[in-house]
């Protein structure tokens, strides 16, 4: 790959004459129709100006991309952006040193940086504890229900659920009708982490792992074992279908009308839009009436792009164009139109709106929506360590949950017990 | 007195330096690197870095997610080695009698030694898919209620079927040579003893195959432990529960997935030393029963 992206600069170097051109390595995780939007924005970038060269890599997924990254860093070999994962911020930004904050890198290269220029609900989550963005935010997408028009419908119920009060309503209704209710394809985050956001909980001590690496996990809390509770006699009663932890195996069911209604992605949208053969709606994530009257905004999940650190000023200054041309509003429209995530930038969500992009596909717009709903103290999302396996022993307690292996109160004792051992060992390994 | 020697040529050396040079590189310097590596707690980047002595052996070792997956592994390895050999001897000696067709039995049955892994994997997971896989809508239509998605007796059931259906070919291979290794003097001599074919497999064909028996099984236990890896990574990911990762499979999880380098290093020295003490078993106490 290395003597390729050589031979590329070298060939680029030759084409272009006499000034040599700066090159950016960016590894990224966007496989599929992403990967070929990406290949896109590179291509513009590239052809936009004559000074630097957008080298996009594709590194596998997010958990491949950033194991990349580290190897990468400690043999000194690091790209100069990477793409990291929510679950992987705590890690890359504990680290300080692996990283140059994308705020002081505009703030020196690109003479300003104003985090106001975010949109409220991806403000945050890559950012310290002072709001001081270290990561910019690529692929922002939050968790949306999906509903197949058609199968509602043939059940008599005219709209989706707002709460799950009323999905509870609604659920025999579809049953009868032949199909599952519901499915959902990632339990962490969207039955748990923004469950939280959501309903304004807090997640975890530390301001959510904001301030310190040295906290405790909350999710062993009494809305979280209701939620699973009822879960799980939606699961028994046949309201609420599992196709297993993978992504795709949950969208299928949706896509082949098993069940009627899906949890996902915004970010599902384009792809959902070219898979399946019905009408298909798209709304907030249903809340509980019973724990919050007013629902707060989601937060962001997808990733962020880091610069990383030791490369030369010449280099810092390429990666620092490449980002300020990828927050432009034109690009940013462009991300959002092809990929279903959503807008970073106030001016971008602006310039979708006065294109009357959302009056054509008012679906699309949902996700931002959802994100700009009022925010709550605990809405600006998490900082944990050792994040990804933390989630891996969440979805153990939620299968053996729905397998009967445990009681709700236990597995959540054992996922508190569990995560927190791994908080404990994180925090060890950052002081 | 003169000692008698024979000069030294430096040939025998170079002969084994590729196999030296390998080894070194693949294993002893990763090994070195995880042994060292085990002993530090460190952040995923490498830029703070303690000496913390036994403390990423006593966090994961200790943990139930450890304990979990080195539980299944000795189920599922046993299983696996079992079965592979079993169903393999069965398929060898039967088609070993076959007279009409022969070949197109052997190469049928012999087919599934091209197959990779994780391709194997990605056949399973796409015939035990619960949208669209036959073998799950065929189990279900038996009222057995099979769900590997949260089941843990049948996700372990999916993970041994398909490690047991892409091993079978290879040791039926060996097994086929083996039993055409017998010469037919004693198998006639044999025959003229006694009339009952299965005490002739027992007490005849079955010690003198012992030799292929003893190499399959310390390759089989290999590819139990470590080869699966790709089996399990396309098919359960470790779920239900955690209840089909194996010690491997966690191994990659905490360090590539993770970014937890001491806990996974420490993970790995013990899978070592315990597929090391595997072996020293093997060689030490069953190989003395077999007779070359």
Redo the contacts between chains.
Sequence with gaps: MRTLTLLTAGIATFATGAWAQTEIQFWHAMGGRLGEVVEEVAEKYNASQSDYVLVPTYKGGY??T??AG?AA??ASQQPHLIQIFDA?AA??I?????TIPVADLLEQYEGGFDASDYIEGVRNFYADSEGKMIGMPFNSSTPLLYYNKEILAEAGIDAPPSTWEEFEAMAPAIKEAGYQALAQSHSPWIFSENFHSRHNLQLATGNNGFDSTDVEILYNNDAMKQHWTKVKEWLDAGYYG????GWG?NQ??FV?K?VAMWLGSSGSFGGLKASTDFEFGTTYLPYWEAIIDEPKATFIGGAALFAMAGKSDEENAATADFLNYLASPEVQYFWHRETGYVPITNAAYELAKSDGYYESTPDAEIGVLQLNQPAGEWTKGYRLG?Y??IR??M???Y??I??G?ATVDEAFA?MEE?AN?LLD?FN???N | MKRVQFEHSAIPYLFIAPQIIIISIFFLWPSAQAIYQSFLLEDAFGLSSQFVWFKNYTDTIFSNAWLQAAGFTLIFSSLVTFLSLALALLLAVKANEVIHGASTYKTLLMWAYAIAPPVAGLMGNLMFNPIIGDLYNFMNLFGFDFDHKLDPVDAGFVVVLISVWKQVSINFIFFLAGLQGIPKSVQEAAKMDCNSSTRRFWTITFPLLAPTTFFLMVINITYAFFETFGIIDTTTQGAPGGATNTLVYKVYQDGFRGADIGGSSAQSVVLMILVLALTVIQFRYIEKKVHY
């Design positions: 958990e491949d950033m194991t580290i860093f400690r992987g890690t890359i504990n680290a300080p040193g692996a599992f196709y297993g932890r195996d299928d069911a082949q098993k050792f990804v396996q891996e022993v979805y153990n307690a299968e053996d729905f397998s292996t054992t569990e051992a060992r060890a390994t950052v």
